[in-house]
């Protein structure tokens, strides 16, 4: 689960002053992953481990990709993938008064409540518990995409528009 990522591909950068454009497609490439991880740390952020987010950018095949994943201690980063991909079942029994932090269609990390009784199939399975229904997935990354893809676009074209502006000696 640790392996969740998006990949936003938004263009194709064919003109221009290479090292000019690379620059600058760069730089808001930077400006971009910061502000996406800033968006998706917020749907952990009543959590008391977090996973941290990190962003890999670079250019594959002429398109400029950005990678955006959960990083830190793998137990974190695995809970949210967890979340973000939903589970055909869960191996836990939670107290009477749990509520889930997340919620699905939700983005903001709330206050949630309650405790884990039981954890793991082995400890279930030898009191003779039959696995729980599943963990909704929550689709933090396809809202991600969704909210940032046309964003990332025109901020790549701006990089690049006033990049060759500024090798042509225009203004």
Do not use: C
């Not at 689960?1 to 290479?18: D, E, T, Y």
């Amino acid at each position: 689960m640790g392996n969740v990522a998006v990949i936003i591909k938004p263009i194709k950068a064919q003109f221009g002053n290479p090292e000019e454009v690379t620059k600058a497609i760069r730089e808001a490439q930077h400006r971009e992953g910061e502000r996406i991880k800033r968006d998706l740390a917020k749907t952990v952020k009543t959590w008391k481990n977090k996973p941290k987010f990190t962003y890999v950018s670079e250019f594959k095949g002429g398109d400029a990709v950005m990678m955006v994943r959960p990083s830190g201690p793998s137990q974190e980063a695995t809970i949210w993938g967890y979340l973000e991909a939903g589970t055909r079942v869960r191996w836990a029994v939670m107290s009477k008064d749990y509520r889930s932090k997340t919620s699905p269609g939700g983005w903001d990390s709330g206050q949630g409540g309650g405790r884990v009784v039981i954890a793991g199939k082995k400890a279930m399975m030898k009191r003779g518990i039959r696995p729980r229904p599943g963990i909704q997935a929550r689709r933090w990354l396809d809202t991600v995409v969704h909210r940032n893809r046309s964003h990332y676009r025109e901020a790549l074209e701006k990089a690049i528009q006033e990049s060759t502006k500024k090798v042509m000696g225009s203004k």
